[in-house]
């Protein structure tokens, strides 16, 4: 199985600030069709997870200017802008090139 | 608006069986995939199972292969997970996904799952 791992495992972050997170993955996630199948997702405290970036780098519907993800091959960066108190949840990287598909372990942000 | 309820979760002992529901609204459900996503208590994400539009291929991990079969019945928008020979770790709350792509677009608020004698 593809491992996903996120670093750090924790963050702290003055509102208005910025930080960014790291995903990194066991192999390469190019699909043979030539796409990147690597995703991230916000869970808020007490609800159910939400999709932010498609496909490394494209901002899902409805989703701030301030979030932007990047990356190639293994590694990935999620980097998140102006930070309000609506961002802070556990991040989670995915992957859906290789079977199973495999999420990371997640990333808390909380506000310093 | 996309929505997706999740139904049928309880407190079950090791060994039982379980089937969970799950209802959609919003969204034309027999045009797209569909999967069950687990979270255990305070641990991350796992990917459960997934099914094709039609219902006629399903895709498992190796934790649950075997034991766990999804559904659907396109008529009624619905999506099933079925779960037997339930582990304690098992014990997760589940949500149903819609899919585009190789990934989860929509999820359901989730059903909590608890397996324990």
């Known amino acids: 199985d593809v491992v996903m791992t996120q670093t750090p495992v924790s963050l702290s972050v003055s509102l208005g600030g910025q930080t960014s997170i790291s995903c990194r993955s066991s192999q390469s996630l190019v699909h043979s069709d030539g796409n990147t199948y690597l995703y991230w997702y916000l869970q808020k405290p007490g609800q159910s997870p939400q999709l932010l970036i498609y496909?490394?780098?494209n901002r899902f519907s409805g989703v701030p200017d301030r979030f932007s993800g990047s990356g190639s091959g293994t590694d990935f960066t999620l980097k998140i802008s102006r930070v309000e108190p609506e961002d802070l949840g556990v991040y989670y990287c995915?992957?859906?090139?290789?079977?199973?598909?495999?999420f990371g372990g997640g990333t808390k942000l909380e506000l310093k | 608006e996309v929505q997706l309820v999740e139904s049928g979760g309880g407190l079950v002992q090791p060994g039982r069986s379980l089937k969970l529901s799950c209802a959609a609204s919003g969204f034309t459900f027999s045009n797209y995939y569909m999967a069950w996503v687990r979270q255990a208590p305070k641990k991350g994400l796992e990917w459960v199972a997934t099914?094709?539009?039609?219902?006629?291929?399903?895709y498992y991990p190796d934790s649950v292969k075997g034991r766990f079969t999804i559904s659907r019945d396109n008529a009624k928008s619905s999506l099933y997970l079925q779960m037997n020979s339930l582990k304690s770790e098992d014990t997760a709350t589940y949500y149903c996904?819609?899919?585009?792509?190789?990934?989860?677009?929509?999820w359901g608020q989730g059903v909590m799952v608890t397996v324990s004698s």
């Open positions: 099914i094709s539009t039609s219902g006629s291929r399903t």
């Open positions: 996904a819609r899919m585009w792509e190789p990934h989860f677009d929509y």
């Open positions: 995915y992957q859906g090139t290789h079977y199973p598909w495999t």
């Open positions: 496909k490394v780098s």
